[in-house]
């Protein structure tokens, strides 16, 4: 969360960063700001300038845009607020005291109250109540004893001073420094938060993802743990942390054109629904193709001798991509037999259970980029090393729509859910993308553990590929009903999302997407356990959501569906049509389909219900109220 951007080069800047900024907003919006050195006279004494907002990047664009400000060197921010609130005041660019250095920061400062109490002494007086304040001061003491010592006011003295306060911060975090002396010079360092440099034509960029660079630059490299880089006019110096220069090749970025634009559509998220169909038909064309054997039915690139000691597997993530891990938890246990359970990568990191044999561990996350994820991965990794029993060994895979992502970095083998670039907060085509993997996956332990027959095996790829055209005609259709339903729920205060067996991640995957775009509670629960105590809350005012798909569990989530009626609750039916199916008083149908490929249809109905009640409403669908599309602090 938060993102960063910066130039340097020889054209004006200001409106390059807001025009980056604009392409890392979906990382947080909460304030924004900027920051230019003015080198009036062409000399080395430049004029730091500072621009700061409040609320959305369009605020900030436009006082830019009254009161434009010069510079060839700048750095930008957009905020998701960790340490103050957010307003202008704590929004980045911080300035040290005298006004000359200015920083921007993703990530969290752990030591920042202990370091504030060392500035306190040296009389400085921090006027934010952010944990990235401390940086520009500390920088500016170390400048200023550089510079008592005979050093020139050059970029060497200033990346030797950023190098020296790095080595005093503690936590997960992203920088870029300026200093209003050295107009030629833009420093920028990371410690586990992302950040990627960009290489143009006389101008060099930074920035915490690749999008921002698009249109700039195809030429990017995604900085290391403990670099520091130094960014001229002339070109990019990249040290480690031992201030050793590196020597790395950059990429090319790839898949531009997916990049972000809206096409006909009123939001990113309708649009991201609408192209599950091609998610989907990709994700097979690539993995899924007709003509491998059922010994071998997936073309995933991880190497059968690792797969074939797996005698578990535990899945960690967050969210949406929890909710995904939970389908594929039920897939991988109950089509393919490997005991397998999925954690919150953020309990598991402080509870962990005690360390089993041969288990695979598996990371899901759409953004590669999720603290928690990466942190309770890290855990596992170091824990297991540190065994050094081959039984306990680390053996692990990511999920992720973002290989060049820390996941990418990270991990030795990474499924590329190749979902293109999601914008909305709020993920849905990364859902679907992921939730195919882990078919892919169940498939390949299922032939490889023969746990199922050539023909189950076969049926299954061939449910899987018709799920792109279903998906299409399942999106037509509930588009234009769940449009027509959403003024119906506009004063709806609280929703219950029923599901059982497979389609219980769905309930909750439901009952998410709706709490985060519309801002109405709700709670999804495995049918069964609403006579448990939620039925309580239940009357004409709560609606519940019914997933009732024909397989194992269909009679009993009917039964459910029926209690709840009973109660006066409105009831929506995720259903096939039929006679069953009167009891709703609404009904997104779906086709007749495998129970076990369900989850990948049943879905697409709650993300359209949640989207339409939100534009409805008339709030911010892409960008919801204090979420990020990237949660990069723990
Ligand atoms: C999804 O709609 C949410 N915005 C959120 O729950 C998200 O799934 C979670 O933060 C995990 O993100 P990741 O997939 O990037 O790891």
Redesign the pocket.
């Known amino acids: 969360m938060c993102g960063i951007f910066a130039v340097i080069g020889s054209r004006e800047v200001s409106s390059l960063l807001i025009d980056g900024l604009r392409k890392l907003e979906y990382r947080g919006y909460d304030s924004a700001g900027i920051a230019t050195i003015d080198n009036l006279n062409n000399d080395q004494n430049g004029q730091l300038n500072v621009t700061k907002s409040k609320g959305k990047l369009i605020n900030l664009s436009s006082l830019i845009k009254k009161k434009p400000q010069k510079g060839h060197v700048g750095i930008a921010h957009t905020r998701w607020a960790t340490h103050g609130k957010p307003n202008e005041r704590n929004a980045h660019p911080h300035l040290d005291s005298s006004g000359q250095f200015a920083v921007v920061q993703n990530g969290i400062i752990e030591n920042y109250r202990e370091l504030s109490k060392r500035l306190k002494v040296k009389g400085i007086k921090l006027t934010t109540e952010t944990d990235t304040e401390i940086i520009p001061h500390l920088i500016g003491l170390e400048i200023e004893e550089s510079l008592a010592n005979g050093l020139s006011p050059n970029e060497q003295t200033l990346l030797l001073a950023v190098q020296k306060v790095l080595a005093v911060l503690e936590g997960t975090y992203a920088i870029a420094v300026i200093w209003s002396r050295t107009p030629n010079a833009l420093v920028v360092a990371r410690e586990q938060a992302p950040l990627v440099l960009g290489f143009g034509e006389g101008e060099f960029f930074c920035a915490s993802d690749t999008p921002a660079l698009v249109g700039l630059t195809r030429t990017f490299l995604p900085l290391r743990d403990h670099e520091i880089a130094l960014l001229t006019p002339l070109g990019i110096e990249l040290y480690d942390d031992d201030g050793n220069r590196q020597h790395r090749a950059p990429s090319l970025l790839k898949g531009m054109e997916l990049f972000a634009d809206k096409r006909n559509f009123r939001h990113f998220m309708l649009k991201e629904i609408y192209e599950q169909p091609e998610t989907a038909q990709l994700w097979i064309d690539r993995f899924l193709p007709v003509e491998l054997p059922s010994h071998n039915p997936v073309a995933f690139p991880i190497s059968k001798s690792i797969l074939e000691q797996i005698e578990q597997i535990q899945i960690l993530?967050?969210?949406?991509?929890?909710h995904a891990g939970m389908v594929g938890g039920h897939l991988l246990e109950q089509f393919a037999g490997v005991p397998t359970k999925v954690y919150f990568a953020s309990e598991f990191r402080y509870a962990p259970p005690p360390l089993s044999p041969n288990t695979l561990t598996i990371g899901?996350?759409?953004?590669?980029?999720?603290a928690d994820?990466l942190a309770a991965l890290r855990m596992e990794k170091e824990r297991r090393d540190s065994t050094k029993d081959a039984n306990f060994s680390f053996h692990h895979l990511g999920i992720?729509n973002r290989v060049d992502s820390s996941f990418g970095r990270e991990l030795d083998n990474v499924i590329d859910i190749g979902s293109g670039i999601e914008i909305g907060?709020?993920?849905?085509k990364?859902?679907l993308g992921?939730m195919l993997s882990f078919y892919g996956l169940t498939l390949q332990f299922a032939s490889l553990r023969q746990k199922r027959s050539p023909q189950e095996i076969l049926d299954l790829s061939n449910d899987l590929r018709l799920i792109p055209k279903q998906l299409s005609d399942l999106i037509k259709k509930h588009d234009s009903l769940s449009k027509d339903l959403a003024h119906l729920f506009v004063e709806t205060k609280d929703v219950i999302f029923l599901g059982r067996g497979i389609n219980y991640p769905i309930a909750l995957e439901g009952a998410?997407?709706l709490k985060?775009i519309s801002y109405i509670h709700a709670q999804g629960y495995p049918a069964g356990e609403l006579k448990h105590g939620p039925i309580a809350l239940l009357d004409q005012h709560v609606p519940v959501v019914s997933l009732a798909v024909p397989g194992v569990v269909y009679e009993k989530v009917l039964s459910n569906s029926q209690e709840a009626k009973a109660r006066d609750a409105r009831l929506i039916g995720v259903s096939i049509s039929g006679p069953e199916s009167e009891m709703f008083d609404e009904l997104f149908t779906i086709p007749k389909v495998s129970e076990w490929v369900s989850p990948l249809l049943t879905v697409v109905p709650l993300q359209l219900f949640s989207y339409h009640i939100a534009a409805h409403k008339g709030l911010d669908v892409d960008q919801p109220r204090n979420?990020a599309?990237?949660?990069t602090v723990e």
């Not at 993530?317 to 929890?322: F, I, L, Q, V």
């Not at 899901?364 to 999720?370: F, L």
């Open positions: 993530a967050c969210g949406t991509s929890r899901v996350s759409q953004s590669g980029e999720t994820t992720t907060v709020a993920a849905t990364t859902f992921q998410l997407k985060e979420l599309k990237c949660v």
